[in-house]
Every structure is written in structure tokens, then in C-alpha cells.
């Protein structure tokens, strides 16, 4: 068989298997006789109200299995949770009142793909298994930009009652490059480091937390259970300062550090509630979630 008729029938092959998966969902491209899908991602796990907003503002609901396109934006309701899983594997979950965008996707294989992620708002956890070369991953908030290549984060973005923006990530595997609006270092954020950066105003504060080794390790184990279908995600920020020099001028990282359950500055009231106590109710309501039969296939 000569070399035309082979690539010949190995398209004809190729079009035939497309048409077994469903044409609408695949395309050739005949630059690396490769068939790429047309979306972005699908829904792996949905509880609660969860909706795709795409490019032109057209709104509808999204139940399991539905697939997401460059362009949309993710949108969770009260009491909601949603699982993207993404082409390169990669799955990306998101937290009650949490808007998140697929901005930007260039994809050519799973190792070879560069993708711009806008996270609007609320509580995102991400695990990127298959690691990107720098700068070709990028999750962007308000503030921060998050340079990502192979790892397991959890991140929120908010206002805090104060009127200040909060951007925070914690790792769990891997690590993450934080570049935020007003500082002019990037910050390496590595396992078991919490970031938290906060900005009202023109008054930044910014600092470096460490998760409780028991933390990360209940959150990296319930990664690995497969029972599970929701994870942990980061309790939001409580205190209303990263660090004490907070108020006069932007805080160092490596400044002093105000601790987890630090007193308040003025007469502001904070939760007393430590990590174990936050961690242990979150889990609570996960496995809440777990137990309600909404009609998606259980993960065994």
C-alpha cells in the first residue's frame, strides 16, 4: 500500500470513528492528524443551580454532562457546587455565589495548551494534572493573577464586609506563582502556604499563612477519595488584616505576620471559629451534599 492511499484511509478511519462519537462534538486538525473536541469542557459533577452564561449573554441552566465553550461564564447559586472537567484533564470546581469565565483556550494536545481562566468571584478549587510550561496556564482575578503549571490549589475571591477585596489561595500539591495588583515581587505560594491579599482603597495588605498540617492532609485525602464527589473548599478569610502595619502602608510579606485567630484591631468583632472548627463544619455540609440523591451516576 502506498504512502497516499495509507493517509488516505487512515482519514477516512478517522472520519468514521468521529461519526461513532458524535461529529458535532469533534473536529480534524490536519496539521497533527489529531481530533480535538470543540468544547472546552464538560460537567462532571452539578448540585444546586448552576448556569452558562456564553458571549453573547444567553443564559440557561447546565445539568450533568453538559458542556462548557470558550467564552462562558460559569455562574453557582446558594447552596451550589459544580465540576468542570476540563480537555487536558484538569478539573476545576466551584463553591456556592461563585462566577468563574473560560477566557481564553488555545489547545493542540494535552501537554501542548494555553489557557486564560477569569475567576470573577466566590471559591474555586483547582487540580491541573498535567503540567504546562510557564506562562500558558493562568487563573485571573480582580487583583491576582495565578501562574499555574502542575498542581492542587483552592482559591477565593470576595469582598469582605469591610468594602475590601480579599484574593486568597492555599496550595496542596505543586506550586503557584501569585502576582498581584500594587506589588511588584511575585510571591511563590508552595504546599501547605495559604495567601491572603487584600486591597481597599490604595491601602494593600498582604501576607503568608501556613495551613495546619492536619488541614492539608484531610483536604489531600478527601482528593483522593473517589467516594467523594464534593471537596474541601477555603474558608474564606475572617480577620479584616493580613498583617499589624495593615492601615498605613502596604505590608511586606515578609513583615509581621498576624496569626490565624489574631484579635481584632479596634473594636471589629472576629469569629472564633479556629481552621479545625471552620474545616470540620465545611466537611459536614460536603457530606451533606454526598448523601442526596439527585439523579447523577454515583463514583465508586
Known amino acids: 500500500m502506498n504512502k497516499g492511499l495509507r493517509i488516505n484511509l487512515f482519514f477516512v478511519l478517522l472520519v468514521l470513528c468521529l461519526s461513532v462519537q458524535g461529529q458535532e462534538d469533534f473536529v480534524v486538525d490536519s496539521a497533527n492528524s489529531r481530533t480535538v473536541p470543540k468544547y472546552l469542557g464538560k460537567i462532571k459533577l452539578k448540585k444546586g443551580e448552576v448556569f452558562r452564561v456564553d458571549e453573547e449573554g444567553n443564559r440557561q441552566a447546565l445539568e450533568g454532562g453538559g458542556k462548557v465553550l470558550t467564552g462562558d461564564t460559569i455562574e453557582t447559586g446558594a447552596l451550589s457546587f459544580v465540576s468542570v472537567e476540563i480537555i487536558d484533564d484538569s478539573l476545576i470546581s466551584l463553591g456556592p455565589n461563585s462566577q468563574f469565565q473560560f477566557e481564553e483556550s488555545v489547545f493542540k494536545e494535552k501537554k501542548d495548551r494555553k489557557m486564560i481562566y477569569r475567576f470573577v468571584k466566590g471559591q474555586m478549587r483547582a487540580q491541573i494534572p498535567i503540567k504546562a510550561r510557564p506562562g500558558d496556564l493562568q487563573f485571573r482575578s480582580k487583583s491576582t493573577t495565578l501562574g499555574i503549571e502542575g498542581t492542587i490549589f483552592l482559591a477565593n475571591s470576595?469582598?469582605?464586609?469591610?468594602?475590601?477585596?480579599?484574593?486568597?489561595?492555599?496550595?496542596?500539591?505543586?506550586?503557584?506563582?501569585?502576582?498581584?495588583?500594587?506589588?511588584?515581587?511575585?510571591?511563590?505560594?508552595?504546599?501547605?502556604?495559604?495567601?491572603?491579599?487584600?486591597?481597599?482603597?490604595?491601602?494593600?495588605?498582604?501576607?503568608?499563612?501556613?495551613?495546619?498540617?492536619?488541614?492539608?492532609?484531610?483536604?489531600?485525602?478527601?482528593?483522593a477519595d473517589v467516594s467523594r464527589d464534593l471537596l474541601p473548599l477555603l474558608d474564606q478569610y475572617a480577620l479584616t488584616y493580613v498583617n499589624e502595619t495593615s492601615g498605613r502602608i502596604p505590608a511586606s510579606v515578609n513583615g509581621a505576620q498576624a496569626p490565624i485567630n489574631a484579635g481584632p484591631l479596634g473594636t471589629k468583632q472576629i469569629p472564633k471559629q479556629t481552621w479545625r472548627d471552620s474545616l470540620k463544619g465545611l466537611n459536614d455540609i460536603l457530606d451533606d451534599y454526598n448523601s442526596i440523591d439527585d439523579g447523577m451516576p454515583v463514583r465508586h
Request: charged share 25%; hydrophobic share 40%.
Open 158 to 223: 470576595f469582598a469582605n464586609p469591610d468594602g475590601a477585596d480579599v484574593f486568597e489561595c492555599a496550595v496542596l500539591e505543586g506550586k503557584v506563582a501569585a502576582k498581584s495588583v500594587g506589588i511588584a515581587t511575585v510571591q511563590t505560594v508552595l504546599p501547605g502556604q495559604h495567601f491572603v491579599y487584600m486591597k481597599k482603597g490604595e491601602t494593600i495588605d498582604q501576607g503568608m499563612k501556613i495551613l495546619p498540617e492536619d488541614v492539608s492532609q484531610e483536604m489531600i485525602s478527601r482528593e
